[in-house]
Structure formats: structure tokens, C-alpha cells
């Protein structure tokens, strides 16, 4: 065979003969099973890679029915309930809940517990409220509440069905099914848990010498996942760490830190800590606390894992609470190497720049499952849309290793598909192959973007539900799918990066997000050291970009606490009084590819610039939308929103450049007239790699050195016609 | 001469011959002169009432120039401006200010002005800063800025030109006319400048026996009207009171407040505390203590007035400030009565609805200027458009007199026009006349309409500029609009209001506005006395009808404070995490005449129900734009934003109805079947007055009882055909 590598695919029983062929067309070096499939007696015989799934924290019903104390926990809210005129306030803690997932832990409820008057925020003691019921049917009574206050209760509860199984069981009819049974999870501090975790994987190495990769799917804690009365998902937070708390927990937890956690500090107003909220300190805390165990706990698994020769591969996704792969006790686990799923160039970074592993493995859309590989369905078209999303961020950091899901059988029905996956496998692997293993070039503009988060949430801002479309995030979303494929090094910084002086190590910082926002900072914008510093880079030649409501907090005069070098604020209603003189002066260096309106998605309101200096590069229906403002020496940008679009990522490209003040340098970055074109250029190759994001044929000229995006090269111009959605190599001498 | 009265016409003189004529058309029983023109000799024979125009606080060169300390002043505050790395930070305090109107007065500044960090609040220290320059030309240098932090000089300044007088001038070119000078203001707590005021008064009316009545144009203090570096409009409210200011007030002040002023209780962060701040309790002491000022000195003059047996008539506008009409000194003065600008429904119930005067006088547009008596111009159509506005409130609450202005030398060239007013004055002489000197029947619904100023600033809500049109306040002006010609008696009330019991004399109660303004409350909604105080009435049987976004503060897990009874809440991004359903169920009573969307105008962003209860009524891009909710006994609606139109004014109709339980009744309410047709009834005279509120033929069923909107009476079916914008009176007999 000749094997070229870097590709994963699922196989299954019964497709023998096929299986040698369509491996070869591939260039697959690895196989793995599905959800329902196993892995043919002809697999050690293919010459490739084996990996098998495993899932540490559920999968033996026996043990988990003989250990209901160990079943893992989440923190609830109740509905928020008004008090009437008079009398007692019965609140039934479990409406619009599950009862087949969540049953309220009464064990200690008066210490784990809290009642409280969510018209004041006052804690109601606990002698002023009773419990009654059992199972999933429990009341709690507030004796003599405070007439029309709204109360809720922060409760405790069982997982009494672990999250993703259950999604699988009730999305697939599987109550249908007699082999099928309602997983229960175990938790990891249990101590006989723990003890059946370890000796379990040794026993499921020795049983398994064909499997080359343990594909951990995945670990202790879900994300939190909770499903509503109707079984429908009522609440999802890809980042919730609602369901890794457990008294034990806590406790050793207040042990360590010295302080008593409380429900609120879960329950967050309801809001459950969402990736939203600016965390709290004992948010950070806990998340601290938890990632710390499970990492050491998941390094004695892997440890296990390569004591067998075997090793271990991390899905990015369902149980992977306290394995942040961007936390600080991610690389001493030592795992070999993570598989995501990719949606979009976005998510595709957030694997693909991960640290401390040997490997990186996006697995692709579309899935092999009937939803698609039906007929009428577009399984070609999805493909297509899929790696054009991706390829733009794997041309600027490439994953090692792309792969598949699903059911081959399924898959090989279509002809087409099969034909154009084999040109996406090769035309990935010409990244590492042309690109003799270099990274892309970089513009030597350093950006960060600041956050609340910063590093540890790298490339994960702004998403709910692990990348879905929302309202309100698509026009922020935008702005990390443009850098995804644009050649900066991005760095994600947090104020408190900022406090320690981390501004001096960038040219230009962004700051994206809606006010309020752990994203946009909320009322981190208060703090003097946070926002002299921003004014001092700016004053010093940085470059700052606000997107949508940065530095927002109402205060002294000012929305934005950064107006001064955006040159623009918000009317919130209370300047209306002042008179504005708004003139559009659409031609500028940053406008120069964007011969219309700029698409702000949601837009951020009623944006007016602080003066006449502001430069208004677009406006709309009297609010500015895009503007440029010189301060000092430094630069302000704002822009409204930014979805996602070839125009968009052009804006935002040139919007840095000339916030750092480098727009000089820009004619010779090997940019394409075409925004549907990109380029990475990897100069210790001498080579571009050219890509054509578009579904229709572009023409496109190009600009650049020898020396690849610096130095002193001689520039070159070429002319190019590429065919709809083509890469091509060229190279830079032209 | 057959005078039907209730009519001002402005006349001037070379029309001696057409006089006669044309105030019998018109029916005018009274005449004025304009701005420019004179009354001419045969005035005294024409049998009519004589208006004249009289400004008490300028217009005498001689004694404002004699007097230069007597000048008004006003409180300004700088640019915000960001200090440097190192150094001192020189402020030109007058950047951006037009130097003519502006002038720094340096009297006692270090008692009268303040120098403000914006970034931290605090005032630095006397000592800390120094004045340069003098006249117009004034500079602030602050010793030791904090680096990048930002700073801004509130100062105080002469008015060396009176802001009126000023726009007349500039706006008519009258540098050009030798025989104009720029006219300067004096203070009527200057005890020269009151000495003179009265004994003005006195000669001024000595001399002109032949007027009857004196039209103060107006009294002492100009709402705050401040130009730019260019001569443009820089800051304008209406309702504005920093250039009531003086040294020797504060002085007054606080001997009698016993506490201190400073320039920051006028400067409120650069807001100047216009209407859309919550007001603070030093700024309402402010206004009580100048109203109750400027009503005692206004006696004075009107007292003046009356002993020469002539009539007082205030114009509200220009230096109005401190003559509330619905404050409590208003009342005191004496004042025969008012006349305002009618641009609107709205403006004209503030107008109309003022108490404590025998008559209330509309100037109806279009004025007779050349701007649009001229070739091309649309003289009708402005007149019809006004009227059909106007009609709709003077339907509901009629204003005694109406009235033009400008040159009738110019009206009398468009017949068409002349034939127009003829008609208006006749059909607004009707009113009054068929309907008996009755007012129209209001439902027995009692509708509040609940802000922080209540009934002081009644009909005065959300107007920016005198209610020009602004991005941010249409969506709620259409509120007003709809109501001004709604039958119900509506009351203003505030969050003190409410505190003290004022719900109980109310059915429905609405809250409209944006957050954070005084029109939704703020933080006013953290106060328990206040939420609870409106859950008990909606417990109790009340309807609340939210717009906007009402009782908006974030505060322990909800934005809308009111969200409970309302339904819905706004999504700040905290909570996308939580999954949501939204149904729409288009068919509700409140919708009966709603076919499609509903215009919220500008919207209030993404608004969700917060429960399966909660009927959405209207669902546009998964936002909630028109919710009805029961709650207990009492029910809520929620309305994104109402811009005016006869659709949105009708679901306004219905939702009261619906808030107050009270549908049941509607049918039968003498309410059109046509949207575009409205009713007034008049049951004492056993008719009603129907408006074709179109510039298009309208048909329309009409049903209602020959006893008025309630009673036993039969209830009569009619159907009308009714010409373009017409009215007529039709029996409640049928």
C-alpha cells in the first residue's frame, strides 16, 4: 500500500474487500470505529493505525448501580417564583426540569442548599424554609416570604443519566432498543470510583493489544447539559462547570483555599458562570481547583495508557470539564495528542494550535449518518463548504491529522464525495509536504485580543453550544473566523495580562464584545491601571481596535472607557441633547477593498464619534459603523460587528495593518486584489499557497517578495486565474 | 361683522382693505403682530382682541450694556482630554464654543468651577490647576495630571448674547442689517435688573392702551441652547436649566437648603442633567427652588399686567425655565393664559391640558414664512398634515384658541390655503360648540404612565429639542402620540408616586422607555418599596403595560425587574446559554386589527418570554416584539417600541383594554372599524365627533350605546363613508 498518511477514517464490519482501496485513495494511516460499529478481524492486516474509544467516567452499569453515591452532581436553579400578598411560598424546585436526569441530592441540603430573595439578593436563612417530597418530586416552602418578592432555590441534584448518553438515547429512539440501557456516570473523587476508573483501564489495555490509540471520549465532568420537562435541551454551556461539583469537592476544596463555597457561586443569578460572565474569583478558583485534580488524574490514566505502548488521544468535547487544554496543567498530562471537531476556521485553530502535544486531529464534517447520506442529501456540498471554512485556518497553522466519522459503508454509496475527499486528503497534506514542515510566515504585527479569559479560553470566546449560530454572537464570532486565516500571531490576553505589562510585547490589541460581557470586560473597564495602560500603549504607538461595545461601562461621562482613542461612544439616551455633525469620508486605506456598506451583523446601536477628529469611514442610518481615529501617536479603530465574510476578513486585515501604523508595508504582503483569494506564504520553502474561498472561478493579482511577507526581496506581481474553490503552490520568485 | 371667535390671526399693515374680510372668513376675534411686522392703525377698529409681544429679560441695549455683571450666565463644561505621559495638561476650556455667545467668568472660580478626573471622579484640588487669559480666550492648566487619565474643566460663563436673539439673528442674516445688534440678557435676581423689569413693565403697558393682551415671549431663563465653535447648534435641551445659574442664586440657595452647590450638580458628567437622567435629588431641589422663584417674580409682572386691565399670556418656550406648567407654583402666577407651538398630538395636549388657566392657544403650522409661502412651497399640505395631528388631541382635550403666525401679506396669495384654515377654524370652533362646552367621555379605565418626573412633565416625556424627530425616541414618542388622542384620562405619575399609594386611583399603569433613562427608571427598580409596589397591583387585578424597556437595571439574574409580570425579559448575552422556544400565537384580542407585523420602530434588541405562559403575540427574528402575559390576577404586556401610526395606536387601544380586564367591554366602545378613523363622544350631547384620520376615503362600522362609551343605552351599528380627512358629528341615536 501506499500509504500517505496523516488521515483518520472509519471502518466497519462486512466491507473487506473494499476496505485495502479505499484506504490507499485516502493516504489513511489510521482507522477507528463508531458509535454502533466495530472494528473488523481484517484490521490488524491493513497495515494503519488502530483507535478505539474509551469513556472512563461511564460505560459499566454494574458498577455504577452498585455505587449511586458516586453518580456525578450538578448545581440547579429553580424557576424564579413571585411571593404572593400573604402566606407560605411553595416553590416545586423540579418544574421544567427532567425527572429521568435530574433528581434533587437532599443529603445535607440545609449546607448545600440556598433559598434565596432574588428582589434584594438576601440569603433566606435556612429556618425560614422546609423541604418535602423525595425522588424527583421535591417542594421547598418558604415560610413567610416578603409579599410580590421573587424567590428561587439553588439546589443540588443527582445526574441520574449521563448527559451525552442520554442525548444519543433520545435522539436516536433507542427506548426502542432492548440492548439499550440508561447509562449512569461515576465520579472521579469517589474513592471506589476512582479505584475501578484505573484498575478498569489496565484491564481494558490487556484485552485490547490491536488498539495503537485510546480515543478518550472523554473524562469525568460533562459540560453542563440539562434537559427540560419535555426532554428537550433546556440549558448548554460547552464551558459550564455546573456539573463537576460534589460535596466532596467542596469540601476539599474549602480545605485548600480556605474559604466555604456556596450554591450561588455555581448558581451565578442563574447564570451559571457561562463564559459570558466575567468570572468571579472563586469561579476562577474552582475552575483552578477542578482542572488541577482531573489533570493529574487523567495523567495517571494516560500513564497507564503508555505503559501498554498504546497511545492517548483526547476528544475535545462531552466530558472534558478541567481538561483546558489551554490551562496551565495541560501539558504535564502528557497526552499524545487531541481530536476536535471542526466547524469553522475558528474551531479548527482551537485544536490545531492547542500546546503541548505531538498531534492535532480535526474531525471533519460532514459525519457519515444518514441525516446527509441519503438521497437528496448534499454530503459533496457540505464537504466542500466544510474544508473551505477550515483549509484557511490549517494553511495558517496546520492540524497534523484530519479524519472522519460515521459509517463507511454509508459513505462509499456516494462516488463523488468519496472522489472529493481524496483530493481535500491530498491537497492537506501538501501543507506539510510543500511547506517542508515550516509554519506559515506571520506579519511581524503582534495582536492580542483582550478578554477577561485570555490565554486559558484561547480561541473559544464567544461561543454557546460549542459554535452554533446565535444572534447574538455571530457578529463578534466573525471577528476570531477572520483571524483564524489571517497571518498574525494572535495572542489572547487578559486585563490582568495587561496590569503585569503584556501590552508591551503587542503592536496592536482588540477588544470585541457586547458591554457587560466577560468579552468586552463589563466594569474591568473601571479599574484606572487597566485603562491608563490602554491610553499609554495607544499614547506610545499601539494600535487598538474595539469591536462592537468595547471598554463598555457607563461611567463619568463616558460608555466607552475607551472613546478617547476609538473616537466614537454609544448613545445610551443621554447625550441626545448634544448636537453631532456626522460626515462619511469612505475612502480610506482600510476601506480600500470594500466598495459598499460594511455588514455589521447585529451592529452595536447608536455609535456617534466624540469629535471632528474622528475619520467616519462608514455610516448607517446616522450611526457610525466603522471608523478611524489618530490619537497621539496611536491609533484607534472601531467597528460595529463583524460577521463573517471575505470582505470582512479584508477589513479587519487592512484595519490592523494601519492601526500599527504599517500600512506602507501592506502593497507587498502577497495580499490578493481578490478578497476571495488568500495566501500563506511559507518563505523557507520559497512557495504560496493559494487558496480560492470561493465556490466560482477567481481572477485575483498578487504582490509580494521573494523574502516571503519581509526583508528585501525583490516584489513580484502576478496574475492569476484560479478555478472555483482551488489551491494552488506557486512560487515566490514568480 | 359675524366673529365666531377662537381665533388669532398675525396681521400688519398696507392690508387695511382686506382686513375686515378675511378675519370674518376666519372668524378671528384676535390679533397679533410678528416678529418684524406692526400692528397697523386700523387695528383698534376691527373689533378684535390685540395681542402684543413683550420680553421682560431683554431687548433694552442701553441697561444690558450698563450692567454687564447683571448678564445670565451658564454652567459649561471642556472636552474630556486625555493627559499626556508627563507633564502638565493645558485645557482651552472654550474649544468648541462659539466666543460670541460664550464668555469664562472668572468671578470667585475657585469657589464656582471644578476640574473632574473622568477616569476616577475625583475633583482635583483648587490647588492643583490654574487659570490663563481672559475674555473668550481662557486656558486651564492642571500641574501634576495623572498619566492618561481624563480630565475636564467645568466652568461658568457669561451669556454675552441672549441664545434666541442669537439663532434669529444668525439664522436671518441680520449681520447684514445696520440696524440689528446683538442683543444681551439681564438677570432677574439682579436687583437693578428687577428694578428695571418692573418699571418696564409699567411704562410699557402705560403706553400701549391699545393692546389687550401681553404675550410674554417669555420671562428670565433660557433653556440651554449653547452654539458652536462654527455658530451650529452645540448642546440644546429644552428643558434644560444650566443657564439659570448665577453665584447669587447658589448663594440664595444654599442659605436656604443649608448645602453647598458645586458645578457638578449642573455639569452631571457633560448630561447637564437633561430629561432623559434620572433627576437627582439636588437637581430637583434646584428646580423647586428657581420654579418657586421665577413663579413669584412672574406674579409680580402679571400682577402688573392685570392692574392695567389687560390679559397675561405666556408663550412656552424660549426663557421659560422655572415656569412649569405643571409644577406646583404654577398655579400661583396668575398667568390668563398659554400658547405653544403645536407640532404634534402630543404637544398639543401639553399644551391644552395645562391647568390653572382660562385659555390654552395652539400656533397651528405651517407658519406664514417664506420658507414655504413661496413658489413650490405646500402651504396646504402642511396645513393638513398639522391639522389632521392636531385634530386627534384637541378631539380629546380641546384647546381653547388656535392661531397662525408669520405675514399674512404671504398667506393671502395661496387661496387654496386661506379656504384650508377657513375650514379648520370652523371645524375646531365645532368642538367646542356642538359638543356644549362638554369635554369628550374617557373610558372608566384609569391609565397611569409611570417615570421619575411623573406629573410635573406631563405630556413632556422623551423630547429631545422640543419633539423633533431622534433616532431614540421616536419608538416611544408614538406612546404619547397615541395616547394624546386615546379616550383615556391619563395620569402622570412618578416612582415617589407610587411609593405613596398613587396605584390604588389606577387600573393599567405602563412604563416606557430605555434603560437606565428617568423614562424607565434605572435604578430606581432596585428599590423593594417600588417593585413590590407594582407586583401588588398586578396581583390585585392591575395591568401593567411595559414599552421599551421597561424597569430595566440588571440586578440578580433579570433585567426587566418587571419581567415576572410581564413575560419577557432582554437578553444581554448572559443567558443565550438557556435553550428557548418561542411560539408565536399571532390571534389575540389585542391584535384584532393587527393583520401583519407590528412596527416597533427602532426596536428594543433581543427580548425573550420567559416562560411557556407568556403569549407571544408578535415574534420578528426570534425577538419578542409584542407579548400579553397573565400573572396571577393582574396582566402584562410587553410592546418592543410603538412609533406612531394609526395601527400601532389602535393595538395601544387594545392593550389597555386587555391590561385592565376589560375586553370584554371594547366592542361595544364607539371604536372604528378602520384603523384610520378615530371617535370622540360627547354623551351630554348625544353625539359623537368621527375623524378620517386618512388623506383617503375611509368606510368604517361603528358600534356603540346611544348613553356614551358606558351606560345601558342601546348599542347602535353605523356604517360611514367619510371623504378624505373629514370629520363629522353623527347621533349616538344613530
Same mark, same amino acid.
Given at each position: 500500500?501506499?500509504?500517505?498518511?496523516?488521515?483518520?477514517?472509519?471502518?466497519?464490519?462486512?466491507?473487506?474487500?473494499?476496505?485495502?482501496?479505499?484506504?490507499?485513495?485516502?493516504?489513511?494511516?489510521?482507522?477507528?470505529?463508531?458509535?454502533?460499529?466495530?472494528?473488523?478481524?481484517?484490521?490488524?492486516?491493513?497495515?494503519?493505525?488502530?483507535? *478505539?474509544?474509551?469513556?472512563?467516567?461511564?460505560?459499566?452499569?454494574?458498577?455504577? %448501580?452498585?455505587?449511586?453515591?458516586?453518580?456525578?452532581?450538578?448545581?440547579?436553579?429553580?424557576?424564579?417564583?413571585?411571593?404572593?400578598?400573604?402566606?407560605?411560598?411553595?416553590?416545586?424546585?423540579?418544574?421544567?426540569?427532567?425527572?429521568?436526569?435530574?433528581?434533587?441530592?437532599?443529603?445535607?441540603?440545609?449546607?448545600?442548599?440556598?433559598?434565596?430573595?432574588?428582589?434584594?439578593?438576601?440569603?433566606?436563612?435556612?429556618?425560614?424554609?422546609?423541604?418535602?417530597?423525595?425522588?424527583?418530586?421535591?417542594?421547598?416552602?418558604?415560610?413567610?416570604?416578603?409579599?410580590?418578592?421573587? +424567590?428561587?432555590?439553588?439546589?443540588?441534584?443527582?445526574?441520574?443519566?449521563?448527559?451525552?448518553?442520554? #442525548?444519543? #438515547?433520545?435522539?436516536?429512539?433507542?427506548?426502542?432498543?432492548?440492548?439499550?440501557?440508561?447509562?449512569?456516570?461515576?465520579?472521579?473523587?469517589?474513592?471506589?470510583?476512582?479505584?475501578?476508573?484505573?484498575?478498569?483501564?489496565?484491564?481494558?489495555?490487556?484485552?485490547?493489544?490491536?488498539?495503537?490509540?485510546?480515543?478518550?471520549?472523554?473524562?469525568?465532568?460533562?459540560?453542563?447539559?440539562?434537559?427540560?420537562?419535555?426532554?428537550?435541551?433546556?440549558?448548554?454551556?460547552?464551558?459550564?462547570?455546573?456539573?463537576?461539583?460534589?460535596?466532596? @469537592?467542596?469540601?476539599?476544596?474549602?480545605?485548600? #483555599?480556605? +474559604?466555604?463555597?456556596?450554591?450561588?457561586?455555581?448558581?451565578?443569578?442563574?447564570?451559571?458562570?457561562?463564559?459570558?460572565?466575567?468570572?468571579?474569583?472563586?469561579?476562577?478558583?474552582?475552575?483552578?481547583?477542578?482542572?488541577?485534580?482531573?489533570?493529574?488524574?487523567?495523567?495517571?490514566?494516560?500513564?497507564?495508557?503508555?505503559?501498554?505502548?498504546?497511545?492517548?488521544?483526547?476528544?475535545?468535547?462531552?466530558?472534558?470539564?478541567?481538561?483546558?487544554?489551554?490551562?496551565?496543567?495541560?501539558?504535564?498530562?502528557?497526552?499524545?495528542?487531541?481530536?476536535?471537531?471542526?466547524?469553522?476556521?475558528?474551531?479548527?485553530?482551537?485544536?490545531?494550535?492547542?500546546?503541548?502535544?505531538?498531534?492535532?486531529?480535526?474531525?471533519?464534517?460532514?459525519?457519515?449518518?444518514?441525516?446527509?447520506?441519503?438521497?437528496?442529501?448534499?454530503?459533496?456540498?457540505?464537504?466542500?463548504?466544510?474544508?473551505?471554512?477550515?483549509?484557511?485556518?490549517?494553511?495558517?497553522?496546520?492540524?497534523?491529522?484530519?479524519?472522519?466519522?460515521?459509517?463507511?459503508?454509508?459513505?462509499?454509496?456516494?462516488?463523488?464525495?468519496? @472522489?472529493?475527499? *481524496?483530493?481535500?486528503?491530498? *491537497?492537506?497534506?501538501?501543507?506539510?509536504?510543500?511547506?517542508?514542515?515550516?509554519?506559515?510566515?506571520?506579519?511581524?504585527?503582534? /495582536?492580542?485580543?483582550?478578554?477577561?479569559?485570555?490565554?486559558?479560553?484561547?480561541?473559544?470566546?464567544? &461561543?454557546?453550544?460549542?459554535?452554533?449560530?446565535?444572534?447574538?454572537?455571530?457578529?463578534?464570532?466573525?471577528?476570531?473566523?477572520?483571524?483564524?486565516?489571517?497571518?498574525?500571531?494572535?495572542?489572547?490576553?487578559?486585563?490582568?495580562?495587561?496590569?503585569?505589562?503584556?501590552?508591551?510585547?503587542?503592536? /496592536?490589541?482588540?477588544?470585541?464584545?457586547?458591554?457587560?460581557?466577560?468579552?468586552?470586560?463589563?466594569?474591568?473597564?473601571?479599574?484606572?491601571?487597566?485603562?491608563?495602560?490602554?491610553?499609554?500603549?495607544?499614547?506610545?504607538?499601539?494600535?487598538?481596535?474595539?469591536?462592537?461595545?468595547?471598554?463598555?461601562?457607563?461611567?463619568?461621562?463616558?460608555?466607552?472607557?475607551?472613546?478617547?482613542?476609538?473616537?466614537?461612544?454609544?448613545?445610551?439616551?443621554?447625550?441626545?441633547?448634544?448636537?453631532?455633525?456626522?460626515?462619511?469620508?469612505?475612502?480610506?486605506?482600510?476601506?480600500?477593498?470594500?466598495?459598499?456598506?460594511?455588514?455589521?451583523?447585529?451592529?452595536?446601536?447608536?455609535?456617534?464619534?466624540?469629535?471632528?477628529?474622528?475619520?467616519?469611514?462608514?455610516?448607517?442610518?446616522?450611526?457610525?459603523?466603522?471608523?478611524?481615529?489618530?490619537?497621539?501617536?496611536?491609533?484607534?479603530?472601531?467597528?460595529?460587528?463583524?460577521?463573517?465574510?471575505?470582505?470582512?476578513?479584508?477589513?479587519?486585515?487592512?484595519?490592523?495593518?494601519?492601526?500599527?501604523?504599517?500600512?506602507?508595508?501592506?502593497?507587498?504582503?502577497?495580499?490578493?486584489?481578490?478578497?476571495?483569494?488568500?495566501?500563506?506564504?511559507?518563505?523557507?520553502?520559497?512557495?504560496?499557497?493559494? &487558496?480560492?474561498?470561493?465556490?466560482?472561478?477567481?481572477?485575483?493579482? %498578487?504582490?509580494?517578495?521573494?523574502?516571503?511577507?519581509?526583508?528585501?526581496?525583490?516584489?513580484?506581481? %502576478?496574475?492569476?486565474?484560479?478555478?472555483?474553490?482551488?489551491?494552488?503552490?506557486?512560487?515566490?520568485?514568480?
Amino acid at each position: 500500500m501506499n500509504v500517505r498518511g496523516r488521515v483518520t477514517l472509519p471502518i466497519e464490519q462486512g466491507m473487506d474487500d473494499q476496505l485495502p482501496q479505499i484506504l490507499d485513495r485516502l493516504g489513511a494511516d489510521a482507522v477507528r470505529n463508531s458509535d454502533g460499529t466495530w472494528l473488523p478481524e481484517i484490521t490488524s492486516q491493513l497495515g494503519v493505525k488502530v483507535y *478505539e474509544t474509551y469513556f472512563p467516567a461511564r460505560g459499566n452499569q454494574e458498577f455504577a %448501580l452498585a455505587h449511586l453515591d458516586a453518580r456525578p452532581r450538578f448545581y440547579l436553579m429553580s424557576d424564579r417564583v413571585t411571593a404572593p400578598a400573604e402566606g407560605p411560598l411553595a416553590i416545586d424546585i423540579m418544574n421544567g426540569y427532567y425527572k429521568m436526569q435530574v433528581e434533587p441530592d437532599q443529603g445535607d441540603l440545609q449546607r448545600w442548599w440556598e433559598v434565596i430573595d432574588r428582589t434584594t439578593g438576601e440569603v433566606v436563612p435556612v429556618e425560614g424554609w422546609s423541604v418535602s417530597g423525595e425522588g424527583a418530586d421535591v417542594t421547598v416552602t418558604i415560610a413567610a416570604p416578603v409579599a410580590f418578592h421573587v +424567590y428561587t432555590v439553588s439546589f443540588l441534584a443527582w445526574q441520574v443519566w449521563d448527559s451525552t448518553q442520554m #442525548y444519543n #438515547y433520545t435522539t436516536n429512539n433507542w427506548e426502542n432498543d432492548p440492548t439499550r440501557v440508561r447509562e449512569i456516570g461515576y465520579d472521579a473523587r469517589h474513592p471506589d470510583a476512582w479505584e475501578f476508573m484505573t484498575s478498569s483501564m489496565r484491564k481494558w489495555c490487556e484485552e485490547r493489544p490491536e488498539v495503537d490509540v485510546v480515543r478518550f471520549t472523554t473524562f469525568f465532568y460533562h459540560f453542563t447539559l440539562v434537559f427540560n420537562d419535555l426532554g428537550k435541551e433546556k440549558y448548554v454551556d460547552w464551558f459550564g462547570y455546573s456539573a463537576s461539583v460534589s460535596p466532596l @469537592a467542596m469540601e476539599a476544596f474549602e480545605a485548600e #483555599y480556605g +474559604y466555604k463555597l456556596r450554591a450561588e457561586d455555581f448558581i451565578d443569578e442563574g447564570y451559571y458562570n457561562n463564559s459570558f460572565r466575567v468570572p468571579s474569583k472563586v469561579f476562577s478558583d474552582w475552575m483552578d481547583f477542578q482542572s488541577r485534580f482531573v489533570s493529574s488524574r487523567v495523567k495517571e490514566l494516560v500513564d497507564i495508557v503508555h505503559s501498554f505502548g498504546k497511545e492517548a488521544l483526547m476528544f475535545l468535547g462531552d466530558t472534558w470539564m478541567g481538561t483546558e487544554p489551554y490551562g496551565k496543567y495541560w501539558p504535564e498530562i502528557g497526552m499524545d495528542g487531541v481530536v476536535g471537531s471542526v466547524g469553522s476556521a475558528a474551531t479548527c485553530r482551537m485544536i490545531s494550535d492547542i500546546p503541548g502535544i505531538r498531534y492535532s486531529e480535526g474531525r471533519f464534517l460532514p459525519y457519515f449518518f444518514p441525516d446527509v447520506f441519503k438521497p437528496g442529501g448534499d454530503p459533496l456540498g457540505e464537504a466542500n463548504e466544510s474544508w473551505l471554512q477550515a483549509r484557511r485556518a490549517i494553511a495558517r497553522k496546520p492540524l497534523e491529522r484530519i479524519g472522519y466519522g460515521g459509517y463507511l459503508s454509508l459513505a462509499v454509496q456516494f462516488p463523488e464525495f468519496m @472522489a472529493r475527499i *481524496e483530493q481535500i486528503a491530498d *491537497e492537506f497534506r501538501s501543507i506539510h509536504e510543500v511547506g517542508e514542515g515550516h509554519l506559515p510566515q506571520s506579519s511581524t504585527i503582534r /495582536v492580542g485580543l483582550l478578554n477577561a479569559w485570555g490565554a486559558q479560553r484561547s480561541w473559544q470566546t464567544h &461561543m454557546v453550544a460549542h459554535a452554533l449560530w446565535y444572534k447574538q454572537i455571530y457578529s463578534y464570532l466573525g471577528v476570531l473566523e477572520s483571524l483564524a486565516g489571517l497571518p498574525f500571531d494572535l495572542q489572547f490576553i487578559s486585563f490582568d495580562d495587561v496590569r503585569d505589562g503584556k501590552l508591551d510585547d503587542l503592536d /496592536v490589541v482588540l477588544n470585541v464584545g457586547a458591554a457587560g460581557t466577560a468579552f468586552s470586560g463589563g466594569e474591568q473597564w473601571l479599574d484606572n491601571d487597566l485603562i491608563t495602560a490602554l491610553r499609554g500603549f495607544a499614547a506610545n504607538g499601539g494600535g487598538v481596535i474595539g469591536i462592537g461595545e468595547p471598554s463598555a461601562v457607563q461611567h463619568q461621562g463616558a460608555y466607552f472607557q475607551l472613546s478617547d482613542v476609538l473616537g466614537v461612544d454609544k448613545e445610551l439616551g443621554f447625550s441626545q441633547s448634544t448636537d453631532r455633525y456626522p460626515v462619511e469620508r469612505p475612502e480610506h486605506f482600510i476601506t480600500a477593498d470594500l466598495p459598499g456598506a460594511l455588514d455589521v451583523g447585529e451592529g452595536a446601536g447608536d455609535i456617534f464619534a466624540t469629535g471632528d477628529a474622528t475619520q467616519i469611514l462608514r455610516l448607517q442610518n446616522r450611526s457610525v459603523e466603522l471608523a478611524a481615529n489618530q490619537q497621539g501617536e496611536g491609533r484607534g479603530v472601531y467597528i460595529a460587528g463583524l460577521p463573517y465574510s471575505h470582505e470582512n476578513a479584508r477589513v479587519l486585515h487592512r484595519a490592523i495593518f494601519w492601526a500599527a501604523g504599517r500600512e506602507a508595508d501592506f502593497d507587498a504582503q502577497w495580499v490578493p486584489s481578490n478578497v476571495g483569494v488568500e495566501v500563506s506564504v511559507f518563505p523557507e520553502a520559497g512557495k504560496a499557497f493559494v &487558496m480560492n474561498n470561493l465556490t466560482e472561478a477567481a481572477a485575483t493579482t %498578487l504582490r509580494g517578495r521573494a523574502t516571503g511577507l519581509d526583508g528585501d526581496g525583490a516584489i513580484t506581481e %502576478l496574475q492569476l486565474d484560479l478555478e472555483p474553490m482551488e489551491s494552488r503552490w506557486i512560487d515566490l520568485q514568480g
